[in-house]
């Protein structure tokens, strides 16, 4: 062997050992290959990720470790976009640093630990088949996505709720200019009513022109639909059922195939804790007939093609594989438990201010991590900007379905200090 082979040999097998060189935590993060932590690296000193014994503060210390959030400041609005922990962040690190350092091998590789990984992995958690997801950059493409494949014609009826989200309202406000398809509205109040309401509701405004129902499984201000029982209504009326997910997945266990939609929509950048820009689409096998894509000509039930074509973000998708280790490590009752001690500490904390009044309902109507309340005479809007001026608390304002509510959304990295220092300002706050 000549000693230039020798030398190629040896750059490439260097290349093959070490073409990530980001440390353990980001490369062991996607399941590509990587040398020995970088000196100081943090994430190798963090405590080991396992399930905590209870809700509490202390139960969960190990766990808020992982999260890169300034000291002193409360993030309080993961309904917004949620907070990735570390993992998460150095995985789509290593992602981008592989894809740079070797394209066409980082790529590949990427591609194959979204395929062989991510999606197997987000359909294990949702209990649903590989084949009946397509990854998204967020619900709002995945609610388009679903709408647009929907087969109608001008005069069909599609039936949405008064408390859709925007990007749940607006395909079907596109199909209605471009194609004459009807939007029928049904007024859902807020808080929510009983289960039996809802329903009378619904069946109320379907019509013989009624074709589809679209509706979130949680609102945006955490109210909680009964997404089985209105997807049952659907299918015995012949109905296509499209649900919102985006503030559902992350917060509590969703079994799609128990709730009997044909297609659901999502974001993983919330409550998933996944890096921003990602999300899927499920639709079911036997709903491939109803909702086809709005892409590829030559699509079959058996390669329905869902997903727009191109390069997408190979790193970023990636990531989503260390959102779900992650979450799945810890245990979706567990996160659920722990949202909910949030909120209930919250709520009974919130009873303690003058003028408050709580708009989130009982256990089975609201999600376990949002809270909306009014305060007499405090316009929701100012108040974001006062409270994340004096104490570092991030929250969101809630002005509509009749409200000037705030909203605090309680993650499992938040603590009942960091609530607590809320509502003592808010009890301040005036005007």
């Not at 750059?11 to 970088?38: I, Y």
């Not at 609102?219 to 009326?237: D, K």
């Not at 491939?288 to 000509?297: E, G, H, K, N, Q």
Request: proline share 6%; net charge negative.
């Amino acid at each position: 062997m000549t000693g230039a082979r020798a030398g190629n040999d040896r750059r490439g097998l260097m290349d093959r050992r070490e073409w990530l060189r980001l440390g353990a935590t980001g490369a062991a993060a996607l399941g590509l290959p990587a040398c020995a932590a970088r000196e100081g690296d943090a994430s190798a000193e963090l405590p080991p990720l396992r399930a905590p014994a209870g809700t509490g503060d202390a139960d969960w210390d190990d766990v808020r470790a992982n999260f890169l959030v300034e000291p002193g400041t409360a993030y309080l609005n993961n309904a917004s976009i949620g907070m990735p922990p570390r993992q998460v962040v150095d995985a789509v690190a290593a992602g981008y640093r592989a894809m740079a350092e070797l394209p066409a091998r980082g790529r590949s590789d990427l591609g194959a630990r979204i395929a062989e990984h991510v999606v197997p992995g987000l359909a294990d958690l949702f209990s649903v088949q590989p084949d009946e997801l397509t990854l998204t950059r967020n619900a709002s493409e995945a609610l388009h996505l679903q709408s647009i494949g929907v087969a109608l014609s001008s005069g069909d009826e599609v039936l949405i709720t008064s408390q859709e989200h925007p990007a749940g309202r607006r395909p079907w406000e596109f199909r209605q200019v471009r194609e004459g398809v009807r939007v029928n509205e049904v007024f859902i109040p807020s808080p929510l009513p009983p289960e039996e309401e809802i329903l009378s509701r619904f069946e109320d405004a379907i019509t013989p022109r009624t074709r589809a129902v679209a509706f979130c499984h949680v609102t945006r201000g955490g109210h909680l639909y009964p997404v089985e029982a209105i997807c049952g209504l659907a299918r015995e009326r012949g109905l296509v059922s499209l649900v919102d997910g985006a503030q559902a997945v992350g917060q509590f266990p969703v079994d799609l195939t128990s709730l009997g939609c044909d297609a659901y929509s999502v974001s993983l950048h919330k409550w998933m804790l996944a890096p921003a820009g990602t999300g899927f689409l499920f639709v079911r096998r036997d709903a491939r007939d109803r909702i086809r894509t709005a892409f590829a000509p030559d699509a079959t039930p058996e390669q329905p093609q869902f997903g727009p074509p191109g390069t997408a973000a190979f790193p970023v998708r990636a990531a989503i594989g260390t959102a779900v280790d992650f979450v799945a490590t810890l245990g979706l009752e567990a996160v659920e438990a722990r949202c909910r001690f949030l909120s209930d500490h919250l709520k009974s904390r919130l009873a303690e201010v003058n003028g408050v009044t709580l708009l989130s309902g009982a256990r089975d109507r609201s999600a376990p991590g949002s809270t909306i309340f009014e305060k007499e005479d405090l316009d929701a809007v100012a108040a974001v900007g006062a409270i994340e001026a004096s104490i570092s608390s991030h929250i969101d304002e809630h002005q509509r379905d009749g409200h000037n509510a705030i909203r605090i959304s309680t993650h499992i990295y938040n603590t009942t200090e960091q609530v607590d220092r809320f509502v003592e300002a808010l009890a301040r706050t005036t005007g």
